[in-house]
């Protein structure tokens, strides 16, 4: 300290001065605020020169207020490293690979439409063909468009990237109608949800498979009830084994015990799974997490996933191959359980104005014979001319109705009947034994929303008009109350759509309740051997033992006296 | 939200796919501004919105001196009246989190609200509850247990008052992924040296308050950066509805809330 002190030439120059002097009391002063400090080095003075200075040339407002916090910035940005050092490292933007996908998916789109231009070009004579094959995508950006108009739709950056996504979903995979049905949130990552209809021969080939798989799967179907037959037999080995220990250990005659109880319960028979391209499978949905990454598609589900998905709640993780921990147990992993639920948000609000969809395609005959076959195909309405707002929003919303095929509690969209297979083979045997299955009936397809059940006391749906300030401009929203997040919009024209964005929650009033095990089943069948009774007390033994006395012996046979206590003896044991 | 930042911030709103329509924003710059100006308020907040079946409540809140103690929350159903909401009461705090039906849209409306917990001849089993005062109640509640804003945004002064931070210049990236870098709005719950114990660089104006990382259970909270990482998202499973943005390295961040008011009491079972 004192090194410095002397090197200095305005010190030296204050030590010659020896009058009080204003200069040297500054100089003194100047020196006490540069003193460094033991631990950090640092000067109070060139810690007031740095801060001074980043007031100066920042200018922010108010300093005064928040002075202390301003230091506090000033000191850390000192001890901040210094990267120049690292022989100039270059840092990627965090955004690289998210950018990098993005880059790939635009290119191959490009080079798509670029392919067809000049495709066009050449034969325009054979469009009619080359439509038909041309897969549809609903316009997502029109779309959104009037779902912001409404309150609800995605931020424009994520809808452009949308969009050309579902182009790549196109192009990569043989799908030929895209729709966006929505985005559902995980706590990692959210998947985006398309929903195609894969095309014929895609489907025909999925079909294929689907039925050679079926074929083991019926052998398994038949291996099931083997299983409890081996059972028993297990237990009877068990069974033996004891049988074998008991007269060793005790020498008393075993007690006569009752037959060991045997499970009644059977599992139910197997509920088909709907092939693909029908009921629940009826859609193909593929998901992806960040816009650019490869589309995958989820699997078909069972109606098994569809009914335990309903007993349980849980948010999705972003990750498709995350457990499912649930009681009863889920088959499957994340993807699954992400099918099951956008299968039962799909076919409760998928909603539209009555008459936007029809049957068939406007030809009267052939919508017999779909509706013979139980799976009703739709399409869009020609001859739809739209409803006014005031019709559309009318709290009654008779004016709206579902096209998503309703899941009876069965798991399935068209009721399968246990007991087909019986009646088939004996029905005059089994007709008075079995109960009748009563068919699962639902809601028929285009039933009115106006029927759909409340949700505490209140209707499902809300409607609302997006503006009250500009009629013309005016749409008709509807929001779910079922599942919040799913809405859909109409407006006095030809245009409807329905989304969901949402946590793929349902609400349930009042809370989620998880299911309760089932009661066991009794054992034993009630008898005395197997009933709990209290232990005879001494006074009960006593009063049984002087109840019981045998009649006091003839005196003239002392022989037999010695034999009483003996038998006693045993009796108290 | 900001209410004079509404056009900006309306691009970071995700909530359940809600997306603010221009008009509301328009009626909300006017008739919020009008309301700022008639109560000398220095922040003026859009809150969110709480459905009803025949109308929807539309809550915005007014900061005058002190960011956490004065805060002034108001409610409207058609934007020309807005109306302020009364202070909640404990015992109305508690009803609103078991009452079952909807919100009417009406603040005059009575509801009865059923205690499944009491036995059946007990006199406080039903109990009546106006919907105002349920809206004052579910809304106090849901600041206390959702509303938050991200380390720094407000800071307490020497003499105790907590301010809005002119300074805030946003949490760096690597700060916006912990949830440590986000406190509750809500005067703190725990001990006052919870905070500052553990963090080294703590400040004494700023870890006033509670962080939510200590809110039970873990992963209660859901926390995500998105548009390329310049955006936190924060969202509550208790509160489904809830969400809060910040952008990474600026001064912007926004509460919103737009649900129907009912607390989550799942939770547990979702994660």
């Known amino acids: 300290m004192s090194k410095t002190f002397l090197l200095e030439p305005e010190i030296i120059a204050a030590t010659e001065n020896v009058m009080p002097d204003l200069n040297s009391d500054l100089i003194k002063a100047k020196n006490f605020l540069k003193q460094q400090s033991a631990a950090t080095g640092d000067s109070l003075y060139d810690h007031l020169v740095d801060m001074v200075q980043k007031i100066l040339t920042h200018k922010p407002p108010d300093v005064v207020d928040n002075f202390e916090q301003f230091s506090w910035e000033v000191k850390e940005e000192k001890l901040r490293p210094n990267f120049d050092l690292l022989n100039d490292v270059y840092l990627t933007p965090p955004q690289l690979e998210l950018m990098r996908t993005m880059d790939d998916m635009f290119k191959l789109v490009a080079s798509k439409s670029q392919k067809m231009e000049e495709v066009g070009e050449e034969e325009q004579e054979l469009d009619l063909e080359e439509e038909s094959t041309k897969p549809r995508i609903s316009d997502v950006i029109d779309h959104n468009y009037y779902f912001r108009q409404c309150g609800y739709g995605l931020p424009e950056?994520?809808?452009?990237?949308?969009?050309?996504?579902?182009?790549?979903?196109?192009?990569?995979?043989?799908?030929?109608?895209?729709?966006?049905?929505?985005?559902?949130?995980?706590?990692?990552?959210?998947?985006?949800?398309?929903?195609?209809?894969?095309?014929?021969?895609?489907?025909?080939?999925?079909?294929?498979?689907?039925?050679?798989?079926?074929?083991?799967?019926?052998?398994?179907?038949?291996?099931?009830?083997?299983?409890?037959?081996?059972?028993?037999?297990?237990?009877?080995?068990i069974l033996g084994e004891g049988e074998e220990r008991e007269p060793k250990t005790k020498e008393l005659v075993p007690p006569k015990l009752p037959p060991l109880p045997v499970s009644t319960w059977t599992p139910e028979p197997p509920i088909p799974v709907e092939r693909p391209g029908q009921g629940v499978n009826k859609k193909v949905y593929w998901v992806c997490t960040s816009l650019g990454s490869p589309w995958v598609c989820l699997p078909d589900i069972t109606p098994q996933h569809v009914r335990v998905a309903r007993l349980t709640v849980r948010v999705m993780t972003g990750d498709l191959d995350a457990e499912i921990q649930s009681f009863p147990p889920f088959e499957g992993t994340e993807r699954h359980y992400l099918r099951a639920q956008i299968a039962r948000i799909a076919a409760a609000t998928s909603i539209s104005p009555q008459g936007f969809f029809t049957f068939g395609s406007g030809e009267e005959e052939e919508d017999i014979d779909m509706e013979e076959a139980g799976?009703?195909?739709?399409?869009?309405?020609?001859?739809?001319?739209?409803?006014?707002?005031?019709?559309?929003?009318?709290?009654?919303?008779?004016?709206?109705?579902?096209?998503?095929?309703?899941?009876?509690?069965?798991?399935?969209?068209?009721?399968?009947?246990?007991?087909?297979?019986?009646?088939?083979?004996?029905?005059?045997?089994?007709?008075?034994?079995?109960?009748?299955?009563?068919?699962?009936?639902?809601?028929?397809l285009f039933s009115a929303v106006a029927g759909d059940a409340t949700v505490a006391g209140a209707p499902a749906w809300s409607a609302h008009v997006s503006t009250t300030l500009t009629s013309s401009r005016a749409l008709a929203l509807l929001r779910s109350k079922l599942w919040p997040g799913a809405v859909a919009y109409a407006n006095d024209g030809k245009r409807s759509e329905c989304m969901y964005v949402g946590w793929g929650l349902k609400t349930q009033m009042p809370n989620f309740s998880p299911l309760q095990l089932p009661r066991p089943q009794t054992e034993y069948i009630i008898g005395p051997e197997v009933m709990e009774m209290a232990d005879p007390t001494f006074a009960d033994e006593e009063a049984y033992r002087i109840a019981h006395l045998p009649p006091p012996p003839p005196q003239e046979m002392p022989g037999e006296g010695e034999g009483f206590p003996e038998e006693e003896e045993e009796e108290e044991d | 939200m900001n209410v004079h930042k509404l056009w900006e911030y309306r691009e970071y709103v995700k909530v359940n796919g809600i997306m603010l329509t221009n008009e509301l924003i328009s009626l909300l710059q006017t008739s919020l501004t009008m309301l700022q100006v008639e109560n000398h308020f220095t922040h003026m907040q859009y809150w969110g919105q709480i459905y009803g079946v025949d109308r929807d409540y539309h809550i915005a809140v007014g900061i005058n001196r002190d960011?956490?103690?004065?805060?002034?929350?108001?409610?409207?159903?058609?934007?020309?009246?807005?109306?302020?909401?009364?202070?909640?009461?404990?015992?109305?705090?508690?009803?609103?989190?078991?009452?079952?039906?909807?919100?009417?849209?009406?603040?005059?409306?009575?509801?009865?609200?059923?205690?499944?917990?009491?036995?059946?001849?007990?006199?406080?089993?039903?109990?009546?509850?106006?919907?105002?005062?349920?809206?004052?109640?579910?809304?106090?509640?849901?600041?206390?247990?959702a509303e938050v804003c991200a380390r720094g945004q407000l800071v307490k002064q020497p003499d105790g008052v907590v301010v809005v931070s002119p300074n805030f210049y946003g949490l760096t990236g690597p700060e916006a992924k912990l949830l440590k870098s986000y406190l509750h709005i809500r005067p703190a719950q725990h001990k006052w040296n919870t905070n500052i114990l553990t963090r080294a660089d703590y400040n004494l104006s700023m870890d006033f308050l509670d962080s939510i990382d200590m809110d039970i259970p873990n992963g209660c909270w859901n926390l995500t950066l998105e548009n390329v990482g310049t955006v936190a998202y924060l969202k509550s499973l208790y509160w489904p509805g809830m969400m809060y943005f910040h952008k990474v390295r600026t001064p912007d961040a926004g509460f919103l809330y737009v649900g129907n008011g009912r607390k989550n009491l799942d939770v547990p079972f979702l994660i």
């Not at chain 1, 009748?436 to 639902?442: A, F």
């Not at chain 2, 005059?108 to 001849?121: F, T």
Request: proline fraction near 7%; include cysteine.
């Open chain 1, 157 to 237: 950056s994520e809808c452009y990237a949308l969009y050309i996504a579902l182009n790549m979903l196109t192009i990569k995979e043989p799908v030929a109608t895209v729709r966006f049905f929505g985005k559902i949130f995980g706590t990692n990552a959210d998947y985006y949800v398309a929903e195609t209809d894969l095309t014929i021969e895609e489907l025909d080939r999925r079909i294929r498979e689907f039925d050679m798989k079926d074929m083991p799967g019926e052998g398994e179907g038949e291996g099931q009830p083997e299983e409890p037959d081996n059972e028993p037999e297990e237990r009877k080995e």
């Open chain 1, 375 to 444: 799976d009703m195909n739709f399409n869009l309405n020609p001859f739809y001319q739209g409803h006014t707002i005031k019709d559309l929003v009318d709290p009654s919303l008779g004016y709206w109705v579902h096209h998503g095929r309703h899941i009876l509690p069965q798991g399935r969209t068209i009721w399968w009947n246990p007991r087909a297979d019986m009646m088939d083979e004996g029905e005059e045997e089994e007709e008075e034994n079995l109960p009748l299955v009563e068919p699962e009936t639902g809601p028929a």
């Open chain 2, 67 to 145: 960011a956490i103690n004065e805060r002034k929350y108001f409610y409207t159903t058609d934007f020309k009246f807005w109306g302020l909401l009364p202070k909640a009461k404990k015992k109305y705090k508690f009803l609103s989190l078991i009452a079952n039906t909807p919100f009417r849209g009406d603040i005059s409306e009575k509801i009865k609200v059923l205690d499944e917990a009491l036995d059946q001849g007990d006199p406080e089993r039903c109990k009546n509850m106006k919907e105002e005062k349920r809206l004052a109640a579910t809304i106090s509640n849901i600041c206390e247990e």
